[in-house]
């Protein structure tokens, strides 16, 4: 059961791409304990924009990057509240997570970990036990564009926090299939610039100075 909570100083940030079958339920579970929401589209074709902005004015329209990562730091940057929630588009915290936020803010920790339960059509199949996703925001606190790796800039990392769970909603087997093999491609196309051996790929140079993603613009003329 969630307690209905005056909202904390949190800004939840979300990177997001044809997420209108979750997307509504995150939110309105989220927006009661949070002060600002941060959306950055990742283009897409379905309904998402309309549902971020029935709870939002910051959402933010970006060219497609494939993954979540190359708008995570962005959703961070826009960010003004003291902390910072990082949720995907397929994930939402139990009802445990949430109450615990306004205690959360009150421990001397700037990171905090928690596990990922993940479902298929419905049913448990995994658990992810290291998620760092809740974090003071400091002009430190840094998420680099590789596929699944964790924020940096942070100095008193939380233990798995215990009984508080992300909720991870695989939506069938031919998408959970796709997704792992366009991860697979994404991560051998981009793996020589990661290493420091070849520059950023063609197309994604737009998003080289994440203060200005999109050349002669600025985050704010993406607003929409």
């Not at 961070?76 to 997570?97: K, N, R, S």
């Not at 093999?181 to 950023?200: C, F, M, Q, S, T």
């Amino acid at each position: 059961m969630l307690f209905r909570s005056m909202s904390l100083p949190i800004s939840l940030c979300m990177s997001v791409h044809n997420a209108e079958r979750n997307l509504r339920h995150c939110l309105n579970r989220c927006s009661i304990f949070v002060n600002e929401i941060i959306v950055v589209v990742d283009e897409g074709t379905d309904k998402t924009v309309e549902i971020a902005k029935e709870f939002t004015d910051n959402v933010f329209l970006m060219p497609h990057a494939e993954f979540c990562e190359p708008y995570r730091q962005l959703t961070i940057d826009l960010a003004t509240q003291d902390y910072v929630f990082i949720l995907d588009d397929d994930e939402c915290p139990d009802d445990y997570l949430l109450n615990a936020l306004r205690e959360m803010i009150k421990m001397p920790n700037d990171a905090f970990r928690f596990s990922r339960k993940s479902f298929l059509r419905g049913k448990y199949v995994y658990n992810d036990p290291d998620q760092t996703r809740f974090l003071k925001r400091t002009p430190a606190l840094f998420w680099s564009n590789q596929i699944h790796v964790r924020p940096t800039g942070y100095h008193n990392l939380s233990g798995i926090m215990p009984n508080m769970d992300l909720l991870h909603y695989h939506v069938d087997v031919p998408s959970l299939e796709e997704k792992t093999a366009r991860y697979d491609r994404i991560i051998a196309e981009w793996k020589p610039y990661w290493d420091g051996v070849e520059p950023l790929p063609k197309f994604y140079k737009c998003l080289e100075a994440m203060n200005c993603p999109i050349k002669g613009t600025s985050t704010r003329d993406h607003r929409i």
